[in-house]
């Protein structure tokens, strides 16, 4: 494959591009999901196929081909330099690039696992579902719906482009997850779920607090917890906020505003602020492709889909803006290194700024003392989506949680929405635990510019906010 993708960048550059991105991918899909008794899919599909990215005077033009035959793949070369050079004409906002050292990938850019998912069949993979759905369905008889999902993606990547980088490995992640509904005496219906996803070979259901029963306990469980919960009350309070949605935090209404796709072109609140404060020394964003999965969790990414390695970029330092997140053209624009975070979905798309894995960095507290220092408020956890603006307002909506009372954890609470602008909120990190914790996974994932759904991770500790605004039943 190396030698067509070759083939392609000469064309293209004889064809006149002053830059060429030939890419390959070869990835499968494997989706299962049961809704009680009945498997609602059952499916895996093949995203195969060639993408070429030509750039003339810092305009980009791109084209694909889901045949590998070398014909289809020259041509796909020369309609995006004839793209390149009719947008080149009329373009405002030229993004050209220095050429750089050629990068060459090596065995240990792919993620090694004990249990790949390729190599077991349908059976295994279903019996993880059953097993957590059986496991939930434990939970009494006030349960309406119980919903068990697996999904995988995996397969090799390939590019190669004008520098001479000639870049292969292979794409991982896995994800098992338990939804229960049930009903309150009332008729309201109220959730749990549990989950564990990322880049991880199926040993992870093996691992004690992730197989597929402890998944299912935790979903059910917290289902019949929810059963007596109170309404959250509407207000504005002290907060702390659980790992994932610390990450919501940092993915939705941070780590958009500092791709720099958005800087350049005016369209980000972030513009023209490097060096300013935003918020408080408890405040710190990175964005990373290389994670400690073993430790931390994630989403292995060791190149971004323009071949530039990927690296750890502090976005936020202590409250600080200090850097955004860039493509190779961004970054020349604007005098900051390529933080290789230019990525596609799949080869029928091209490369545009997004996030790797987006997490506040842990702090210097326990559970027992950031609890402490939150006093009397809400505990957040858990997202179940949102709204977020290009201002960096912000609607997202929290699966449970709990009111806290002098420190202690009183009694469960639901319905639990928190709104307001993200950089307002920065001003409010008052601290955050020692745990970091990123999530990820096959289900769901960033959707941007018509490009949906593109796994990333996201995390941190669990924060400590003064004044975030809640809504629900006032007085309840």
Avoid at 277 to 289: F, P, Q, R, V, Y
Avoid at 325 to 347: E, I, Y
Wanted: proline share 4%; aromatic share 8%; net charge negative.
């Amino acid at each position: 494959m190396f030698d067509k993708l070759q083939q392609s960048v000469d064309a293209a550059e004889k064809f006149g591009a002053d830059f060429v991105e030939a890419r390959y991918d070869d990835l499968t899909l494997r989706t299962l999901q049961r809704t009680d008794d009945i498997w609602k899919d059952i499916q895996i599909k093949s995203r195969m196929g060639v993408a070429i990215t030509s750039y003339v005077e810092g305009v980009s033009g791109f084209s694909f081909s889901a045949s590998s035959d070398t014909k289809d793949i020259l041509i796909a070369a020369e309609k995006s330099v004839k793209m390149a050079k009719a947008s080149a004409a009329v373009a405002s906002l030229k993004l050209p690039f220095e050429g750089r050292d050629p990068v060459t990938s090596k065995k240990s850019d792919t993620k090694s696992v004990k249990k790949h998912p390729r190599d077991f069949d349908l059976a295994y993979k279903t019996d993880l579902v059953n097993r957590s759905v059986e496991t939930a369905r434990e939970f009494g008889d006030s349960i309406r719906n119980i919903r068990g999902l697996y999904g995988e993606l995996y397969g090799p990547k390939y590019l190669v482009n004008s520098d001479g980088s000639r870049i292969e490995w292979n794409f991982l992640v896995t994800d098992l997850r338990c939804l229960v509904t049930s009903m309150t005496p009332s008729g309201d219906m109220v959730n749990g779920s549990e989950g564990k996803g990322g880049t991880y070979g199926l040993e992870i259901f093996d691992a004690k607090d992730t197989t597929p029963e402890s998944i299912g306990e935790a979903a059910g469980s917290r289902a019949k917890e929810q059963l007596k919960a109170k309404a959250c009350p509407a207000g504005k309070f002290r907060a702390m906020i659980e790992n994932r949605l610390t990450g919501v935090l940092a993915h939705e209404s941070f780590g958009h505003l500092s791709e720099a796709d958005f800087i350049v072109t005016g369209g980000s609140p972030l513009t023209d602020k490097i060096g300013v404060g935003l918020g408080t020394e408890h405040a710190t964003i990175i964005d990373g492709g290389k994670i400690d999965i073993e430790k931390y969790g994630g989403l292995w990414l060791p190149y971004d889909d323009q071949g530039t390695p990927t690296s750890k970029t502090t976005v936020l330092d202590n409250g600080t803006l200090r850097h955004y997140l860039h493509d190779r053209g961004t970054a020349t624009k604007l005098g900051q290194d390529p933080t290789g975070n230019s990525r596609a979905v799949n080869f029928v798309f091209p490369p545009i700024c997004r996030m790797t894995n987006t997490y506040f960095a842990p702090g210097d507290l326990t559970e027992d003392e950031a609890l402490e220092l939150l006093g009397t408020g809400v505990y957040a956890i858990q997202s179940s989506g949102g709204q977020v603006q290009g201002d960096g307002s912000f609607l997202f909506k929290a699966i449970r949680g709990y009111w806290v009372d002098k420190g202690e954890m009183q009694y469960p609470i639901r319905e639990v929405s928190l709104s307001g602008n993200i950089l307002e909120l920065l001003s409010k990190v008052e601290g955050g635990t020692k745990e970091l914790k990123i999530s990820s996974g096959y289900f769901g994932g960033c959707g941007k510019g018509d490009q949906y759904p593109l796994p990333t991770g996201l995390g941190g500790p669990k924060l400590v906010i003064d004044g975030v605004t809640f809504g629900g039943e006032a007085g309840a």
